[in-house]
């Protein structure tokens, strides 16, 4: 165990650890609660908060799995005989939808990756949305989304909204997006969950995960 960290935060930052090398996302603080039989979301914020003054976290406020690994400790998990050495990167399902996207509700499909193409906590979702070559993208082209990059003006980020999850772009003036299927510009009411770092057009690396 680590000195700096008592035995409960140790487990926790293990955890997050784990999971972002597993899964290339980190946990939810609902996850977090589940997973060390905490009452609620809220129970997680003491630990994180004391890994964020240590340094071995740190938190992006009104970001959905805004937790960003600091150390570079980390061990590295062994490869299986045989495994590819490209980074599997969940598909969370399609855009534009009429849920929240997210981990908790897996697809079974991952993209295999060159891990140089992402800064390593990365998710992929699929495009089901016409007229989108200004922007490079076509219908039916997966975009990659990171967590850990700034939104700039004129980016991309797929954002979760009241009713649904989608395609966005970042506007001029602090805090504005507009959505890209309807051009509707919204300053409120949405959640990023990533900005899109890459998109693919090739299907050749999808594969499906097997299940027991």
Same mark, same amino acid.
């Given at each position: ?19 972002? &090398? ?25 630990? %994180? ?15 959905? =799995?805004?937790?960003? %690994?600091? =150390?570079?400790?980390?061990?590295? #998990?062994? $490869? ?6 490209? #980074?599997? $990167?969940?598909? #969370? ?9 997210? #981990?908790?509700?897996?697809?079974? &499909?991952?993209? %295999? ?63 504005? $997006? ?18 899109? $770092?890459?998109?693919? =057009? ?11």
């Amino acid at each position: 165990m680590n000195r700096e960290l008592t035995e409960k935060q140790n487990s926790i930052y293990e955890f997050i650890v784990d999971r972002v &090398q597993r899964h290339c996302i980190p946990p939810t603080l609902t996850e977090i609660a589940d997973a060390f039989g905490l009452s609620s979301a809220s129970g997680v914020a003491d630990h %994180l908060n004391a890994l964020e003054r240590k340094g071995f976290i740190r938190r992006r406020p009104g970001m959905s =799995r805004g937790i960003e %690994l600091m =150390r570079t400790r980390h061990r590295r #998990l062994p $490869v299986e005989a045989g495994a590819s050495p490209a #980074l599997r $990167v969940p598909v #969370l399902g399609s855009i534009p939808a009429r849920k929240r996207l997210s #981990l908790a509700r897996p697809t079974g &499909q991952h993209l %295999l990756l060159d891990r140089r193409v992402t800064p390593g906590a990365a998710m992929a979702v699929r495009v089901e949305i016409e007229n989108l070559d200004k922007h490079g993208i076509l219908d039916g082209d997966y975009l990659i989304l990171a967590q850990n990059t700034a939104s700039r003006p004129g980016s991309l980020a797929v954002a979760h909204l009241s009713n649904g999850t989608t395609l966005v772009e970042v506007l001029t003036g602090g805090g504005r $997006v507009r959505r890209v299927d309807t051009h509707t510009e919204m300053r409120d009411g949405y959640e990023v969950l990533g900005n899109v $770092v890459a998109v693919l =057009r090739s299907m050749n690396g999808i594969e499906e995960e097997t299940r027991q």
